[in-house]
């Protein structure tokens, strides 16, 4: 199920098309920059290169294209201002039937505060909520404070799992369950 374009106060959501394709990749490359060099991070190669981009851009083509996975682009005058990617979650230790995954939300750093991915994370308990299912799983990178701290004000919580990231930190899984709906 694809979510349909929805507006309020000057910002839309709308659900992605290959248009796209440059601008999310580099609005991500721009947010991952700048939440990797906050965490310590600052292998500037690894962040901004061609090669890096290039991977980043068809990482995203299929999120767009393949249909298991839901992409809303945030948009505010015009301009994309922030992205989300949910769907099927990608290990197999979590129960598809009950748990989708949040994939990714990015927000461009010059408009972090503003209520952008507020916005896009509750599109995604929106997506949870239509899709009958009862959690959410995500994987934060261990150094990104920011994230952590936004995700736990909506009840998210580490799970116990990790996996290897960059910068020698490791990716943390979080969780949302989700109460009884009203």
Same mark, same amino acid.
């Given at each position: 199920?694809?979510?349909?374009?929805?507006?309020?106060?000057?910002?839309?959501?709308?659900?992605?098309?290959?248009?796209?394709?440059?601008?999310?990749?580099?609005?991500?490359?721009?947010?991952?920059?700048?939440?990797?060099?906050?965490?310590?991070?600052?292998?500037?190669?690894?962040?901004?290169?061609?090669?890096?981009?290039?991977?980043?851009?068809?990482?995203?083509?299929?999120?767009?294209?393949? /249909?298991?996975? $839901?992409? %809303?682009? &945030?948009?505010? !005058?015009?301009? +994309?201002?922030?992205?989300?990617?949910?769907?099927?979650? *990608?290990?197999?230790?979590?129960?598809?039937?009950?748990?989708?995954?949040?994939?990714?939300?990015?927000?461009?750093?010059?408009?972090?505060?503003? /209520?952008?991915? $507020?916005? %896009?994370? &509750?599109?995604? !308990?929106?997506? +949870?909520?239509?899709?009958?299912?009862?959690?959410?799983? *995500?994987?934060?990178?261990?150094?990104?404070?920011?994230?952590?701290?936004?995700?736990?004000?909506?009840?998210?919580?580490?799970?116990?799992?990790?996996?290897?990231?960059?910068?020698?930190?490791?990716?943390?899984?979080?969780? +949302?369950?989700?109460?009884?709906?009203?």
């Amino acid at each position: 199920m694809r979510p349909v374009g929805v507006t309020t106060s000057r910002l839309m959501l709308r659900t992605a098309d290959l248009d796209d394709l440059d601008p999310i990749t580099d609005l991500h490359t721009q947010a991952r920059t700048a939440y990797y060099r906050a965490g310590g991070w600052s292998e500037a190669a690894d962040l901004t290169s061609p090669e890096a981009r290039a991977r980043r851009r068809e990482m995203w083509r299929p999120a767009i294209q393949d /249909g298991t996975r $839901s992409v %809303l682009c &945030a948009v505010r !005058e015009g301009g +994309l201002v922030g992205v989300l990617a949910m769907g099927p979650p *990608l290990d197999a230790d979590v129960d598809a039937v009950t748990t989708g995954q949040l994939h990714q939300i990015h927000v461009r750093p010059g408009c972090w505060g503003q /209520g952008i991915g $507020s916005r %896009l994370h &509750a599109a995604f !308990e929106r997506f +949870l909520r239509e899709g009958a299912l009862t959690a959410g799983v *995500l994987e934060a990178w261990d150094r990104n404070s920011r994230a952590q701290a936004f995700y736990s004000r909506y009840g998210w919580r580490p799970d116990g799992h990790r996996r290897p990231g960059p910068g020698g930190a490791d990716y943390v899984r979080m969780r +949302l369950d989700l109460g009884p709906s009203a």
